[in-house]
């Protein structure tokens, strides 16, 4: 099924066709991603675009790869999980927030499946390239801010969800305090050994389930 008009250069060709991203979608499923919602949202973006040129034919191996300033693009299949585990089956997940826009591949993702994303990255000219990757693809839903995620954005507080894309030492206080009730978070923590730690507010305790191991960039303190 092609999602893309065919001749937009959005559609990609070959290495970057519409049926490259079915294959890397029949992937996820064979891999164990079940939730149909997160697998149509990713056969639907041209994940091509979000990488320089000459990686474009990697796009949709199942691995990550480099995209300047010593930041990665998220493997395919952890995109898929960490939406997977943080949509926990509610139809939409109204306000979401991203700490760590990176390229903007992810925010693009969680843009399909909520009501409004917002994004947060420490290094500026990644922000303005994922700025403009979100452009292309006529992303309306989707605010991204240059600042320091360790402290969310208050202003814009309470979340419904909440994603961080690089790896924690902790959960920072200031992430669970925006955490809407019924609100869910997945966050790498760990310092040798990182993990996905799934944060559920429930109305009288945050539940924390901690999942399988990942390999994170870090989570860094103050902007660049
Ligand atoms: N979400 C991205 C993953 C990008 S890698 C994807 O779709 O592939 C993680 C990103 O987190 C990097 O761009 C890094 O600069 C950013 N980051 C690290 N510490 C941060 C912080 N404290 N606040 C905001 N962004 C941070």
Redesign the pocket.
């Known amino acids: 099924m092609s999602l893309l008009n065919p001749n937009s250069p959005l559609a990609g060709i070959g290495m970057t066709s519409q049926r490259t991203r079915d294959r890397m979608v029949q992937r996820l499923r064979k891999q164990g991603i079940k939730d149909e919602a997160v697998l149509d949202a990713m056969n639907a973006i041209p994940r091509h675009i979000?990488v320089d040129e000459a990686l474009s034919i990697r796009a949709y191996e199942d691995v990550?790869l480099p995209?300047g300033?010593g930041?990665?693009?998220?493997q395919p299949y952890i995109?898929a999980r960490m939406t997977e585990i943080l949509r926990g089956e509610r139809p939409s997940m109204g306000r979401v927030l991203?700490?760590?826009?990176?390229?903007?591949?992810?925010?693009a993702?969680l843009s399909k499946l909520s009501q409004e994303v917002y994004?947060?990255?420490?290094?500026s000219p990644?922000l303005m390239k994922a700025r403009a990757n979100l452009r292309e693809l006529r992303t309306r839903n989707v605010k991204v801010k240059h600042?320091?995620?360790?402290y969310g954005l208050p202003d814009l507080a309470p979340f419904d969800g909440i994603m961080v894309?690089?790896g924690a030492s902790h959960i920072p206080d200031e992430l669970l305090n925006q955490m809407a009730v019924g609100g869910r978070m997945v966050i790498p923590v760990g310092a040798q050994e990182q993990a996905l730690v799934l944060v559920e507010h429930l109305p009288d305790e945050y539940r924390q389930t901690r999942l399988e191991a990942v390999k994170?960039?870090?989570?860094?303190?103050?902007?660049s």
């Open positions: 979000f990550s995209i300033y930041q990665t693009i998220s995109v991203e700490i760590g826009t990176g390229c903007g591949y992810q925010t993702v994004s947060v990255e420490r290094i990644l600042a320091d995620g360790n894309t690089a994170f960039v870090p989570l860094l303190g103050g902007t």
